[in-house]
């Protein structure tokens, strides 16, 4: 097997991983894309939403105050009508009998106007209620792909920076190693490469066998020295004789 063959495999084998990345990421794109387009139409239809109940809550305040009015005219009415009557101004009486027809009239469509604001009201709260529920899903949604997308682009890196240190890109710590390495070789000394030892020269093995020229050891110096010190101990002492004087 030629030695470029395994080399050649990874990168194929990484270009292919590339290739299902790279579809896995338009897949994800198109899906973050689809997912706010949603998102996005969703808030535009809440906005809707809020701003038709905002305009039947005015619409409520303004009937309601209407309502209010014809009501409280209505007592009056039926009061001046009473009146009339007890005065015996039974033409005038009939004349308020009229109008307080009318204003009966008119608070009934006031009263009818309440019931269906109220109850376009309620559908309304329901379907914005929805709206809101649906909106925060979409949201929820959303921010979760975006973070699977950039957890998936951070394992991604790190598999190219670790498959770039297999293919022969050296890490720091085999960096160091190699620094090591070569810190170890320039502090040997220079001697160490050398094979064998050069030959001695013929006269200096004649001076050693004579003796001469041979360095002497310090062990060989002290011994010296107490063989010396030792030596006036050893020898005997020499024996005076006294002459005796001849007569």
């Known amino acids: ?11 194929r084998s990484q270009l292919s991983e590339l290739g299902s990345t790279v579809r896995d990421a338009v897949r994800e794109a198109s899906s973050q894309r689809v997912l706010d387009e949603q998102l996005q139409r969703m808030n535009e239809e809440v906005r809707i939403l809020r701003r038709e109940l905002d305009t039947l809550n005015a619409q409520w305040i303004t009937t309601q105050e209407r309502h209010d009015a014809v009501t409280a005219k209505l007592v009056e009415r039926e009061a001046q009508a ?3 009557v007890k005065a015996g101004r039974h033409d005038l009486a009939r004349e308020v009998a009229a109008a307080i027809v ?3 009239f008119e608070r009934d469509a006031e009263r009818a106007l309440l019931a269906r604001n109220a109850s ?3 559908e309304l709260r329901a379907r914005l209620q929805l709206g809101e529920n649906l909106q925060r899903r979409l949201g929820h949604e959303l921010d979760l792909l975006r ?10 890196a790190f598999a190219e920076r670790s498959a770039g ?3 022969g890109i050296p890490t720091a710590l085999e960096s160091l190693g190699v620094l090591r390495a070569r810190g170890t070789v320039q502090a040997q000394p220079a001697s160490l490469p050398n094979e064998g030892t050069p030959p001695e020269d013929p006269l200096d093995e ?7 020229g041979e360095p002497r050891s310090p062990v060989d110096t002290v011994l010296d020295r107490i063989a010396a010190q030792a030596e006036p101990l050893t020898k005997p002492k020499r024996r005076i004789s006294r002459r005796k004087d001849t007569p």
Do not use: C, N, S
């Open 165 to 167: 240190a297999t293919l």
């Open 1 to 11: 097997m030629k030695p470029g063959i395994p080399f050649l495999a990874r990168v």
């Open 82 to 84: 009473l009146a009339a």
């Open 120 to 122: 376009h009201r309620t």
């Open 147 to 156: 973070t699977a997308a950039a957890v998936a682009r951070a394992e991604d």
């Open 102 to 104: 009318g204003l009966e």
């Open 206 to 212: 004649k001076l050693r066998a004579a003796g001469i």
